[in-house]
């Protein structure tokens, strides 16, 4: 199979985790006999740095013209003075809007070997296994007017939460159907009672669930849903909310399995190339120091390997070697806690894709490690 995926690092670690993803996509198609060609763009702050601008277009048409796309992460201390509507973080939600992915899957799940490394309990987090499923080009994020105004003289300011039914519908119908190819639950997340918003998701969720009868949906206000996520996040199968509340509940659902590093996602579009992103930001205070963890970015790919191109198998060998190593004690700083020492960067990468060539060699290496 041969196929152009457009490759934006961003900034921070962005940089250093994307490495490692291609150098797996890399070891994917020498082993599977796939041709992988990759196209980079700028975004974020280094387009800034480098454009003046946080999303090129030279960066929206080589997306346009890919299979699929990667992108690393944006942002970071050194643009937070910049204006707010050309800010790194706009390019993020620019290309968003311009591939229309309007649905980012976050899923969570638990890895035995990290048990440890999440501040929960483990019996309460043993065994997670949810997805969540965020609105990612509507909502709060996009609607306006998002201004600074002045009313009756005073200093004020405005955001707006504004969606069409359709939208709603959409991103709901794919919570269903996903819900239908798992543990057929699906908690619909919403503050119905205070915001109007909410309260037609509510209704249209009741209306797309005649559609799925096998699958059981229960709705849930979102402080409840912060709540239950720590208290019993075995509860949930399949999460569908707005854009905002999908971001918050993500970060805080990423406590569960140890670590927002080992975390990706997937932003689907229902035409176009859908764009694959760890849940994680470009951590500036670790960037440059090759002690990111690559693992949210190298899953990511695998997710892109799976849903962009259909190749199943590649897809669970890459989450397959990252599952070894991690069974073979190799940990990040982020992941290490206080007993295990952690590798850079660059020797995890290295390790993954050792495993990913002869999955039956992982076991010597590390004894070599040890
Ligand atoms: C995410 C991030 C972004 C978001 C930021 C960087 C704009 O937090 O992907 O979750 O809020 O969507
Ligand atoms: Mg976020």
Known sequence: MKKSIAVLPGDGIGKEVTKGAIEILEAVGQRFGHEFEFQYGEIGGSAIDNTGTPLPDKTVQVCKNSDAVLLGAVGGPKWDSVPAHSRPERGLLKIRKELDLYANLRPISFYQSLSDSSPLKKELVEGVDLLIVRELTGGLYFGKPSERVTKDGEDAVVDTLFYTKEEIRKIIELGFKLA????KKLTSVDKANVLESSRVWRETAEEVAKDYPDVTVEHMLVDNAAMQLIRNPKQFDV??????FGDI????????TGSLGMLPSASVSKFGPSLYEPIHGSAPDIAGQNKANPIAMILSSASMLRLSFGLEEEAAAV?????QVLENGLRTG???GSASESVTTEKMIAEIKAALLDQEAISNIMGAYA
């Open 180 to 183: 239908s190819q798992r543990k």
């Open 239 to 244: 999460i569908v909310t707005e854009n905002m």
């Open 249 to 256: 509940l993500s970060d805080e659902a990423s406590v569960l």
């Open 319 to 323: 989450e397959k070697a990252v599952e």
């Open 334 to 336: 982020d992941i290490a």
